[in-house]
């Protein structure tokens, strides 16, 4: 069979969500491309397939735009993971989060998992500059391997820049807390009914990145697929006994599924 | 409703009956007002450069073995008459004035009707206008803006922010053609230049003007000021307004703003549009437009600088009928339920077009939805690794419903080949990719890649007439096939018009060409044109629209024997130049269902989730 027809079959589902402009076109390509570039607005959605280690895991990006909240639904069925997010210097990205999209979620995966994400924060925290280069951000640097092995501060929350004198010399006020965060992390859970106790903690699910230099995008999407990994393979298990990936679990007619096969 | 078919001008102007003064808004808020309309939209500017130097057109003798009877004999010599330009055919309709002869000082309008109903209150709106004209002649702009600024670096991102510009400058002024749209309410929507905010006043002054007019019973349709066109346009609940220098008819610019219209709807649908209003006249309609500006902003620089849009027609990619009927094959075997059509694009021309069987039974595409959906490509260019699905409208075909759309690349990451697939099911994203993997497969097997890539314009060389610079040729329905699609064709812009103003010159001149050919009070058949560094000939006949460019020495015997050499070569061509037989293919097990007619299921997608939101 030629190349081409080689079809990766898709083990899991991750969505992000998020106002329009918190960046999240930009972590994602950040992420798969090791680029910042200009991006153009999110027409609808986009589906991205990303090989990570053995497993293939699907990535839907989508516009954040009221426009296309009708499909926002259709983007988010079965994902096994959800990332809301903001922008770190816009209080109301955050807002919007559980204003407009908690509710898209609702046909998420049961056992889903969410991870809140602060982007841009490389205008309020010189931390995370650290791996902007000095000549500044050129639209396609590609020798971003370094910040790979930057120490990422997984857990801790960044506090506040000791001193305002950052590299790129300006800070903008940041107007969303991390704490905030945690907190919207709360209600979400609330909103699911889950119990904080036996769910992943706001620690660990709340970041806050650049996607402009890197910092911390590594870490959210890796931990984010080593916590898909029991529902990758919960999944690949059930497979075993349906040999098609239903990615359309709603729908019952067996010859709509989409055949994910060679 | 009006019926605004963009080639056809009513050739109405401002027609204005006694408005009571006292309503909506008051006079003096209004005069107010005006004179901020003017100041932003009338600048002063030096003496336009002319291009067109000198134009006969008469009746015109024909290609010999072309000549349908009813065209005209063509004898025209080149007479250099700058001043008359515009008035060459010996005319009966002395009332339709022309731009050049009536620049006068209180602001030059030109209204072909409004001659007889024009009265006091026609004229007080003019003389606003004029009057705030006046007044800023003091301020003393300097030349007008080069249209290649603006057409020609649409990729720049430093224009991207044009958005941010002050719009007090005099370099917002200097724009060639400014584009606003707004609600009924007077709430800014969009404006091309310059942020919404920023210009609110200015919008404002423009929905008091459309609604002091309305007030009368009438329509506003245009303003003609020394060197302005401002052309209204309202559609529903929506109302456009073009400012423009760019000295192209009222027509062409109203079809201009008909396509921004177009896109709207396709992001929102008609139907919700119409009910967003309704549930709340003053909603700000930014709310739901927010990130669509960039493709309201691509297609204006695409009207600007594609003539696809002023022939409403395709441009299809030449190719050899073997290789497009392979790739339509190919797209033909790849289908899944409720796909009805298939699409397949390089370098933004289209290879080739499948529909569903009941579909194109049922009607054809509109050029202007696939203009749509090729604005639409190239807006979400930027992250191409992905594959996007999206709800679109196409107006022409149903203003009230959304197809969604499957666009993705297929050789990443040059990405110059493009998939668009379009279904009606909102759930269908999986099928339809999983035909794109089978398109893709087979175009792998078939190495259709590399034989696309190898694909190309054609230059005027080829013709092998010495004098021909350029052409635009459009057939109508010949055979019936072109039906489906109404195409044309044209070679690369080669020297000497390479450089982009020369490209936008060039532009320019089929611009005034067509809008001759087309004009609403005397159309004509056949235009000879001898411009200062061309000469031009436009010829429409029953079965086909054509616009040449020769070097300006040429002979008018000379053009005829090149243009029956032409249509000779076009002939030969037909096969390579354009898509002959739309092939179709059948998925839908309950044919209404997709077809125009067949609204029931897709209604209730028609508002897409977000009027909840309201
Ligand atoms: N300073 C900074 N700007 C960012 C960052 N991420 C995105 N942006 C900018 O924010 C804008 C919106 O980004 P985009 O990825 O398109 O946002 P989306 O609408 O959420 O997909 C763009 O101009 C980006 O360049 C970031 O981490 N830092
Ligand atoms: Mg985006």
Known sequence: ?262 | MERDGHQEGEGQGVIIRNPPLEINPPADTLATSLSLLGNHMFPDQVARDDRATADTQEPGELPPSEVPAQEQHLDAEPVSNQENQLETEETDNAECQNNESTETANGGTKDDAADNDQNDSGEFVVTMLAKAKLEEQGIGVKGRSSPLLEAGTQESPALMSHRDEDVTADSWRQHRKHIFVLSEAGKPIYSRYGSEEALSSTMGVMMALVSFVQSGDNIIRSVYSEKHTVVFLQKGPLVLVCVSSSRQSEEQLRGELLYVYYQIISMLTQASISRIFEHKKNYDLRRLLAGSEKILDGLLNLVDSDPSFLLAAIHCLPLASSLRDSLSQILQKAITTNLVFSILIAKNQLLTIVQEKTVIEDTRLEPADVHLLLNLIGASSAFQAGEIWTPICLPLFNPDCYFYAYISYLDPPECTVCLLLLSTDKEAFYAVADCKRKIEEAMCAQNSLSLIAKAQSYSVSQVGVSDLRHFMYKPFDVPDNYRQLTQFTSPEMEAPYSSEEEKMRLLDLYRYMHSRIHSSSRPLKLIYHVAERETLLAWVTSKFELYTCFSPLVTKACAITAITKLLRWIKKEEDRLFIRYPPKYSTTPNPSKSSRGGKSDQQDSTDNGFLSLL
């Open chain 1, 1 to 262: 069979m030629p190349e081409a027809s080689k079809m990766k079959k898709p083990d899991v589902k991750l969505v992000l969500l998020g106002d329009m402009n918190v960046g999240k076109t930009s972590l994602l390509h950040r992420y798969t491309d090791r680029k910042f570039k200009d991006t153009v607005s999110t027409v609808g959605g986009a589906f991205f397939l990303k090989q990570w280690g053995p497993y293939n895991i699907s990535i839907w990006d989508t516009a954040g735009r009221e426009q296309f909240h009708g499909l926002g639904s259709m983007y988010c069925r079965g994902a096994s993971a959800v990332i809301l997010t903001y922008d770190v210097t816009n209080w109301q990205s955050l807002a919007e989060l559980e204003e407009r999209f908690l509710s898209l979620t609702d046909t998420a995966s049961h056992d889903c998992i969410f991870a809140i994400v602060g982007n841009k924060v490389d205008l309020t925290d010189p931390k995370a500059q650290l791996s902007q280069d000095s000549s500044g951000v050129s639209e396609d640097q590609t020798e971003h391997e370094e910040e790979r092995t930057e120490p990422q501060v997984l857990s801790s929350c960044p506090t506040p820049p000791a001193s305002p004198a950052s590299l790129s010399g300006i800070t903008v006020h940041k107007q969303v807390a991390h704490e905030d965060a945690m907190a919207l992390y709360g209600r979400i859970l609330r909103y699911k009914g889950l119990e904080e106790k036996s769910s992943l903690p706001a620690e660990r699910m709340c970041f806050e990145t650049s996607a402009k230099t890197g910092y911390n995008v590594d870490a959210l999407f890796e931990t984010l697929f080593d916590l898909v990994l029991p529902s990758i393979l919960r999944k690949r298990n059930e497979n075993q006994q349906c040999p098609t990936i239903d990615l359309e679990e709603c729908r019952g007619a067996s010859s709509k599924r989409a055949r994910f096969c060679c």
